[in-house]
């Protein structure tokens, strides 16, 4: 399937992309060693009236400058200093909206994906959480601002049949209580009775 264009990832409704990123592919490719997931799970952020966005009040830091590049790059940083989380830049240059992708159903490079995460057998531990995930797909905070659009690319996502409106659930993003009213918006979005989906703890 063709790799999703610039016109994908830089509309301005970002929610709407993290819905509509749900089924798409995500490719990676390292050392010669190609894995992939179907999309099941993602998260919406958007500055500046999001608290739960790191660019929040449009703060452009050292953390958050990749934000407001525009969309269809990797937006990677650490969290609790163990974790490395990968998100979708979105929107056009400056805007600082992102996607969050949280889990992923394991699709092509499975064996690969088992060796990183030292895991004797197929589970869904494997890659149904955001800092697993990435872990399971090789990606890591040195390929924050990656473009997911050059031939090139190490990382990328590839088009596929949209997820049935009826297979979506929506709900709070996961982790972000200090955000205030914020963290009750229904910004996270992921595939219904998916056993690669995380679970809030």
């Known amino acids: 399937m063709p790799r999703l264009t610039a016109g ?10 993290a819905k ?11 050392d010669g060693q190609v894995t ?9 952020y958007k500055a500046p009236e999001d608290k739960a ?4 009040l449009n703060r452009n830091t050292n953390r958050t400058k990749t934000m407001f590049l525009p969309g269809g790059v990797a937006y990677i940083y650490l969290c609790y200093g163990i974790h490395h989380l990968f998100n979708v830049v979105t929107g056009p ?5 992102a996607v969050l ?14 060796l990183r995460r030292k895991h004797d057998r197929l589970k869904p531990q ?15 905070k040195q390929y924050d601002a990656t473009s997911l ?7 990328w996502i590839e088009d596929a049949p949209p997820l049935d409106p009826e297979e979506m659930k929506a709900g709070p993003r996961i982790g972000v209580d200090y955000a205030e009213e914020c963290a009750a918006w229904p910004w996270r979005f992921y595939q219904k009775d998916c056993r690669w989906v995380s679970r809030p703890r």
């Open 101 to 114: 992708v949280r889990g992923l159903e394991p699709v092509e490079g499975v064996e690969t994906m088992m």
């Open 53 to 56: 966005c790191h660019a929040y």
């Open 8 to 17: 994908f990832y830089q509309r301005e409704d970002t929610v709407q992309i």
């Open 36 to 44: 992939a997931g179907r999309i099941v799970e993602t998260e919406a």
């Open 20 to 30: 509509d990123l749900l089924g798409k592919i995500l490719f990676t490719q390292f």
């Open 149 to 155: 659009l050059a031939p090139d690319s190490p990382i």
């Open 126 to 140: 494997l890659t149904a959480g955001p800092g697993v995930m990435s872990m399971a797909m090789g990606i890591y």
């Open 93 to 97: 240059e400056g805007a600082a909206h």
